[in-house]
């Protein structure tokens, strides 16, 4: 299913003597492509929570409008809303499991709401259980469970009434890193299987990497930029973007890179440019070929690799000097090698 958001606006008041109106979201258009996993990531404050509010159908908007496929859905009320709010599947950062159920029948509690009977209730838990990995589970009160645990059963009940968008609201932010990796990874086994589409709400850029398709950046209630993941880290366009590679945690969540998968700094100063390389090229002893080219000399300040799927990019932050028109050549040839090179929150 693809989702569509049109100007969206969703203006707040603020209740403090002298405050003005809060513009918790502030106009955003957005095209959300069906059958991918699709990142929206912004600092806290940039109307994350609020636009998902919007976009799973918990909140209207003051003005602008939501698209499922061709259906207009932000003006849906009474038994229309909810039936339609059914078919919307949503985990969140505290599971929001029932304490006084069990696993299994915390997963059976939507389908009882629809009024699907009990026997095919059984068979259906069942298999979500198995989905979910957790068979074995079934009858654990929710209070003996693991925080991932947990998340795998609140995946399984989000699934229960087949539903054709799974929102995830910081929905690992609560995990530990390996745990993080493993419920990102189901969620991507899960996408695929069911032909979902995903929306995974987020403010760590570990996240988008390891989990998405595509991503648009929130910052102020607007979306700053979106693109593949791969566009987004090669080519960020904007300061708060820039940002959050800047900050990419240095264990990363998959195994293999387990070291330096952040930026690893050795030195606080320095670091004019910023070098990303993709795929082959972060093998290619670059550096060293441009000193030995050219009359410039460079000095690494930090370095690391990210991961995402299918493409390694490498970025490396470092000083270089020599004369005007040496340093104008070598920067030429890194382009012509397929390397961009950033300056002062620019592409050259
Ligand atoms: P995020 O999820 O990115 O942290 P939110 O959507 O929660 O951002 O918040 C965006 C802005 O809107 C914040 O300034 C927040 O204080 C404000 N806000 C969010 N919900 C409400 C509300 N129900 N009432 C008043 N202000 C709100």
Same mark, same amino acid.
């Given at each position: 299913m693809r989702i569509t958001l049109e100007n969206l606006v969703r203006t707040y008041s603020d209740s403090s003597p002298g405050a003005g109106a809060i513009h918790a979201v502030n106009g955003v258009s957005l095209s959300i492509r069906p059958n991918s996993i699709f990142g929206i990531i912004g600092k806290s404050g940039a109307g994350k929570s609020t636009l998902v509010r919007i976009i799973s159908l918990l909140e209207k908007p003051d003005s602008g409008t939501v698209f499922y496929d061709d259906e207009r859905v932000d003006s849906l009320s009474g038994r229309a809303l909810i039936e339609r709010r059914r078919r919307i599947g949503m985990i969140f950062q505290n599971f929001n %499991? @029932? &304490?006084?159920?069990t696993a299994a029948k915390n997963i059976a509690y939507p389908l009882e709401v629809s009024g699907v009977p009990a026997a095919e209730i059984n068979a259906r838990v069942k298999e979500l259980l198995a989905l979910v990995g957790l !068979? $074995?589970?079934? $009858?654990?009160?929710?209070?003996? %469970? &693991?925080g991932g645990q947990k998340q795998r059963i609140a995946i399984a009940r989000a699934l229960a009434n087949n539903p054709d968008v799974l929102f995830c609201d910081e929905?690992? !932010?609560?995990?530990d890193p390996q745990t993080t990796r493993s419920i990102l990874n189901l969620i991507r086994e899960i996408q695929h299987k069911m032909n979902l589409t995903v929306v995974m709400v987020t403010h760590q850029m570990e996240v988008v990497r390891d989990a998405c398709d595509f991503v648009a950046v929130l910052d102020n209630g607007l979306i700053a930029e979106q693109g593949t993941v791969e566009e987004i880290f090669m080519h960020p366009k904007t300061a708060v973007t820039r940002d959050f590679l800047l900050n %990419?945690?240095? =264990? =990363? @969540?998959?195994e293999e890179t387990?070291? =330096?998968?952040g930026l690893v700094r050795?030195? #606080? #100063?320095? =670091? #004019?440019y910023i070098l990303r390389f993709i795929g082959k090229m972060t093998g290619e002893p670059v550096l060293s070929r441009l000193a030995s080219k050219f009359n410039v000399e460079f000095n690494i300040r930090a370095g690391g690799i990210q991961h995402l799927h299918g493409q390694d990019i490498g970025t490396l932050i470092t000083d270089l000097s020599g004369s005007k028109e040496e340093l104008a050549k070598a920067l030429d040839y890194l382009k012509e090698e397929g390397i961009v090179v950033e300056k002062n929150g620019e592409e050259r």
């Open positions: %499991l @029932f &304490s006084s159920r !068979s $074995d589970r079934a $009858d654990s009160p929710i209070s003996k %469970l &693991s929905a690992t !932010s609560a995990l %990419l945690p240095s =264990g =990363g @969540f998959s387990q070291a =330096g998968s050795w030195s #606080e #100063e320095g =670091g #004019e």
